[in-house]
């Protein structure tokens, strides 16, 4: 079995390096490409009783459906799916009351805070690049917008040293959507999201601060083909 699982993935190698070394220069060609991203992870526009969140990171991947504009290649759009895993260490504590969650500053009895985010994300880019129809490593630059939805989120924390999780937040905003950009040379690139929708709905903390955060998302992208 693994001698022909081998031999299956030895052929179609050969077959895709076969395709790409047949183009010649002024071809029709496409940068379809499996993708990876890196990131740390900053929650922004929080109210001013919460601190800023301290260690975060992301990571998605997935695959990009590459739709040339010219013939050269250098200039095309991009469509995708993928996953992504968001955690953070945050200064945001969620309760759960008779009349629904609310939302507070975390308290010194409080500890190991963190939110988790499941996603499926849809990116949709404008795509510029050196690339020609036999090189392999070009500049490029690929601007665009991601829209995600979180099938999976929970907030946990450690209360008095007791674990306390919550799965399912009325208040959270499951759709969102966000201005990715992804620039550099070869594979890797530096990669920057911004999340323009809200992390959560209606919602303020009971101070009465409203509670806008969003997501900044500072990292590395790598793409291949």
């Known amino acids: 079995m693994k001698k022909w699982m081998s031999f299956c993935f030895f052929l179609v190698a050969s077959t895709l390096l076969a ?17 990876l991203n890196v990131s740390y992870n900053v929650l922004q526009n929080q109210p001013d009783p919460l601190a800023m969140s301290s260690f975060s990171y992301g990571l998605s991947g997935g695959y990009i459906r590459d739709i040339p504009l010219l013939n050269n290649g250098q200039l095309g759009v991009g469509i995708g799916a993928g996953y992504a895993y968001d955690s953070f260490n945050h200064d945001l504590m969620p309760v759960q009351t008779n009349s629904g969650f609310v939302f507070q500053k975390k308290t010194d009895k409080v500890t190991n805070n963190k939110l988790r985010l499941h996603s499926v994300d849809i990116p949709i880019q404008l795509r510029f690049r050196t690339s020609e129809a036999n090189k392999y490593t070009f500049w490029r630059v690929y601007a665009g917008l991601t829209i995600s939805y979180t099938f999976g989120h929970n907030f946990t924390y450690d209360l008095d040293g007791s674990p306390v ?6 208040n959270f905003n499951k759709l969102r959507y966000g201005l990715q950009l992804s620039a550099g040379y070869g594979t890797f690139n530096f990669y920057a999201y911004y999340g323009l929708t809200p992390l959560f709905k209606n919602t303020s903390l009971t101070t009465g601060e409203p509670l806008e955060t ?3 998302k500072l990292g590395l992208s790598f793409y291949l083909l």
């Open 19 to 35: 395709q790409k070394d047949s183009l010649r220069v002024g071809d029709r060609y496409w940068e379809d490409q499996l993708y």
């Open 165 to 170: 999780k919550f799965n399912a937040v009325p």
């Open 214 to 216: 969003r997501i900044l």
